[in-house]
Structures are given as structure tokens and as C-alpha cells.
């Protein structure tokens, strides 16, 4: 069987990959059977993805054997755990949406995201962390009491003129 290039895989095997790497961290090694348990599908259904993913050059499988990420699987499964892991801290944290919602959320944007607009969460995030203020900046409180009452409350509002 010819392997074939990594290009765009399916938000469904970057889920798996994401899976495989954390079982592997888990337990050190990762079966079918975890697979199987953790992802809420059948063991035929998880072994048509290694099959596929396999394929791609993203995963050593042999039948009843264990499952390996390769150097390009682990790269892409990181990459994909760093999205989540972002967006979940933005919904949770920053929006302060339920973190299951949150969690379920980034999941879903977690493969769609640009790296234009994640490089940018990622420098928000970073200067809300850093602010001198403290833990939760004036501003970001002003926004929670916004969204709880729908009125602004000692926010100044700022009119910029657009340059001609």
C-alpha cells in the first residue's frame, strides 16, 4: 500500500491523533480497545481511522498490536492539543463560559481555527494574563457585568473618526 502525503487530514483524525497522544502520556502505551473507550466508538470504527491514518504516515498499527504516533502524527496531534487547549482557556476563562461547554467549544473550532486568528487569541490571552490589574483587568469585569445585566457601567465610550 502507497503511503500517501499529509495535506488537510479531517477534524475527525486530528480527534484521533489528539486521543492517541494522550493516551500515550496516560499509559505509555495505547490500544485499540482505549481508543475504542475513550472516543465513544467502536473498535471497527477505530480501526478503519488507524487504517487510514496509517496511510498518511501518521500512525504505526499493526493488527492487534499497539499504536504508535509517528514524528509527523505526534507533531499534528500537539499542534491540534495546543488549538484546544487555547480555546478552552479563552471560552472558559476569559468568557467564563461552563468549562464542559467551553470544552466541547474548542473541540469543535480546534480544526477550523486560522493560525492568523489563533496567533492573535494567543497574544490576547497573554496580555490579559500579564495586566498589571490583577487576575481579571477592569474592563474584562466590565464586559461580565455587561453580559449579566446588559447595561454599561462606568465605561467611557470612544469615538474614533475614520481617517480620510
Known amino acids: 500500500m ?3 502525503d499529509v495535506k488537510k487530514i479531517s477534524s475527525n483524525m486530528e480527534d484521533y491523533l489528539e ?3 494522550l493516551l500515550k502520556h496516560k499509559r505509555g502505551i495505547v490500544k485499540v480497545t482505549d481508543i475504542s473507550q475513550m472516543m465513544r466508538v467502536k473498535k471497527p470504527s477505530v480501526t478503519g ?3 487510514m491514518l496509517s496511510r498518511y504516515n501518521l500512525v504505526v498499527h499493526e493488527p492487534y ?3 504508535e504516533l509517528t514524528l509527523e502524527g505526534a507533531k499534528i496531534a500537539r499542534e491540534t492539543q495546543k488549538r484546544h487547549n487555547l480555546l478552552t482557556k479563552f471560552l472558559g476563562e476569559v468568557l467564563k ?5 467551553a470544552e466541547q467549544d474548542a473541540c469543535k473550532i480546534e480544526h477550523s481555527i486560522s493560525t492568523q486568528t489563533f496567533e492573535k487569541l494567543t497574544k490576547f490571552i497573554k496580555f490579559v494574563e500579564t495586566c498589571p490589574e490583577g487576575t481579571r483587568p477592569q474592563w ?3 464586559f461580565d457585568q455587561y ?8 465605561c467611557k465610550t470612544h469615538i474614533v473618526k475614520s481617517k480620510k
Open 2 to 4: 502507497k503511503k500517501k
Open 19 to 21: 486521543v492517541i497522544a
Open 49 to 51: 481511522a488507524l487504517n
Open 65 to 67: 498490536g499497539y499504536v
Open 97 to 101: 463560559i461552563d468549562l464542559r461547554i
Open 140 to 142: 474584562l469585569k466590565s
Open 147 to 154: 453580559y449579566e445585566t446588559g447595561c454599561r457601567f462606568n
